[in-house]
C-alpha cells in the first residue's frame, strides 16, 4: 500500500530540492558585500519620487479583469477542442453560445471605450 505513494514521495522531495537548493545554494556561495548603492531603492533607474502607495487610475484594472477574462476563454478552449470528438454536435453548439457571449461582452467594452487609452 505505501509503495503506491513512494513516487508522489520522491517527487514531492525532488520538486523542493530544486525549489529551495538554488536559494539556499545563492546565500552560502554568494559574496556578501553590502554597498550603499546596491542596498538603495531602485525603480528605473532613478530615486522613487512619489509614495509607493498612490492611486492608480481604473483603467490598470480594468484592462488586467479584461485579461484575465479572455484568458480564461482559451483556458476552457483547449480541453474542449481535446474531447471535441466526443462531444459531437451538441458539444460543439455549446461552445458557440460560450464564444458568442464573449464576443457580444467584447463588442460592448469596445463601444463603451473600455480598451481606448488616453
Known amino acids: 500500500m505505501l509503495e503506491n505513494y513512494l513516487p508522489i514521495v520522491v517527487f514531492v522531495v525532488l ?3 530544486f525549489g529551495v537548493g538554488p536559494i539556499i545554494a545563492g546565500f552560502l ?3 556578501f558585500k553590502p554597498d550603499t548603492e546596491k542596498t538603495s531603492p531602485y525603480e528605473c533607474g532613478f530615486e522613487a519620487f512619489e509614495d509607493a ?3 492608480f ?5 480594468l484592462v488586467a479583469i ?3 477574462i479572455f484568458d480564461l476563454e482559451i483556458a476552457f478552449l483547449f480541453p474542449w477542442a481535446v474531447v471535441l470528438d466526443e462531444l459531437g454536435t451538441f458539444g460543439l453548439l455549446a461552445m458557440g453560445v460560450f464564444l458568442l457571449i464573449l464576443v457580444v461582452g467584447f463588442i460592448y467594452e469596445w463601444r463603451k471605450g473600455a ?4
Open 15 to 17: 520538486g523542493i530540492l
Open 29 to 31: 556561495l554568494a559574496p
Open 53 to 55: 502607495r498612490m492611486k
Open 57 to 61: 487610475d481604473v483603467r490598470f484594472y
Open 66 to 68: 479584461l485579461f484575465i
Open 115 to 118: 480598451l481606448e487609452w488616453e
